[in-house]
C-alpha cells in the first residue's frame, strides 16, 4: 500500500511529537532509537523510514520543540498585560516543572544540545531566534527578552533540580516577579522615554 504525502508528513510529525516528549522527560542522548521509537508506538525500522539517524531526528525534532514554544509566546497580545503575566506565570508554573515532556525543551535538552554535533546546534540556534524574537514583541527591549528567556529557563532547570516543593515555588514566584517588572518596566521607558 502506497501512502500519500500528507499521510507520511502527518506520521512523521507524530514521531516527533512523541520523541520530543520522551527525550524531555528522560533525555535525547541517553535514549536510544529503539526507546524513541517505542514512545511513538512504532518499530525502530519505522522510524529509519522517517529519519536518516539519530542527529536527523535530534535536528527535527528541536525544530518542532521550539516552534511550539515560540509559537505560545506568538499568540499573546503584547498589548494585553494580563495575557503576558499568564504566559510568564504559565513557563514558571510548578506543572511546566514536573511534566518536562509537556513543556518547553530548554530547561530540559539545552545542556545536551551543547554537546549534539553541528546540525542540531544549528536548529536551536534558528529555534531560539525565533522564541527571541516573540519575546521581544512582549517586552519591546531585545536585551529583556534574552534575560527574560535565560532566567525563566534556568529557574526551571533550579526548580526541577530542587527537593522541596516550597523552595521551587519560592524561586519561580521570584524569577516571575522579576521577569513582570521588566517587562513593565522596559514598555513604560519605551512608551514616554522616561528611565
Known sequence: MRYTAEYKEQARAKLMEASGRHAKQHGFISSGMADLAAAAGV????????????SDL???MITAELKRTADLYDAVDPADSVQVAR???????MSHV???GAGCPLPSLTPEIGRADDAVKVAFEKGLQTIHANV?????????????????VGAVMLARAMHSEALQRELLNAVRNVG?????SDKFVQKTGWS
Open 43 to 54: 518499530t525502530t525500522g519505522s522510524l529509519y523510514k522517517h529519519f536518516s539517524g539519530k
Open 58 to 60: 535530534f535536528v527535527a
Open 87 to 93: 504566559a510568564l506565570g504559565g513557563y514558571l508554573s
Open 98 to 100: 514536573l511534566q518536562p
Open 136 to 152: 521581544n514583541a512582549l517586552t519591546e527591549n531585545a536585551d529583556t527578552a534574552w534575560v527574560v528567556i535565560a532566567q525563566s
Open 180 to 184: 513582570e517588572r521588566h517587562i513593565s
